[in-house]
T-cell receptor
């Protein structure tokens, strides 16, 4: 399996622009997570899905952030409008259901908002 | 609210040394604890997962222990190698937090040849 695939790897945009990050989880995994990593705050969970349904979105910073999972093999995280404080590395991760299953991370998207 | 602390924040050792990384958590009501490795510019790789009912897990030169009642876990790395240089993070899954993991800040390990 190719693992969790994220695109793009790097994104540079200007303040106010819309940004869309994409994720393909590992086939067969029924949980998908979006994390954000910064030096100041470390790793923060933004939202996670189970069987394509959002379960916990309490980590989504504000209404400018939205996430969708239209099917089991694809998810998007959208920021509209983007702000400089959104600059971070955004990770997607997936795992198979069950209490003892390891979490698999993608390589991340480095987002810079100028 | 669960808080996870990792000490030290950074560690530099000569090749071949055995070392221990520490992780502590404030709420002992956990389902499991995972140790991850993160290389610069990369995602996290899960190394070991310990269920709350387990005391330790081993994989190759890595051994992770869990003392749930005291809120502590250690990651032991035997005969360290330069390729072990990375940031190591621990994360706990609470009994009442669904599938949410709480991560520590990590320990940045450098193994010098």
């Amino acid at each position: 399996d190719a693992g969790v695939i994220q695109s793009p790897r790097h994104e540079v945009t200007e303040m106010g622009q819309e940004v869309t990050l994409r994720c393909k989880p590992i086939s067969g995994h029924d949980y998908l997570f979006w994390y954000r990593q910064t030096m100041m705050r470390g790793l923060e969970l933004l939202i996670y899905f189970n069987n394509n349904v959002p379960i916990d979105d309490s980590g989504m910073p504000e209404d400018r952030f939205s996430a969708k999972m239209p099917n089991a093999s694809f998810s998007t995280l959208k920021i509209q409008p983007s702000e400089p404080r959104d600059s971070a590395v955004y990770f997607c991760a997936s795992r198979f259901g069950g209490w003892g299953e390891k979490l698999f991370f993608g390589s991340g998207t480095q987002l810079s908002v100028l | 609210k669960q808080e996870v602390t990792q000490i030290p924040a950074a560690l530099s050792v000569p090749e071949g040394e055995n070392l221990v990384l520490n992780c502590s958590f404030t709420d002992s009501a956990i389902y499991n604890l995972q140790w991850f490795r993160q290389d610069p510019g990369k995602g996290l790789t899960s190394l070991l997962l310990i269920q709350s009912s387990q005391r330790e897990q081993t994989s190759g030169r890595l051994n992770a222990s869990l003392d749930k009642s005291s809120g502590r876990s250690t990651l032991y790395i035997a005969a360290s190698q330069p390729g072990d240089s990375a940031t190591y993070l621990c994360a706990v899954r609470g009994e009442t937090s669904g599938s949410r993991l709480t991560f520590g800040e990590g320990t940045q390990l450098t193994v010098n040849p």
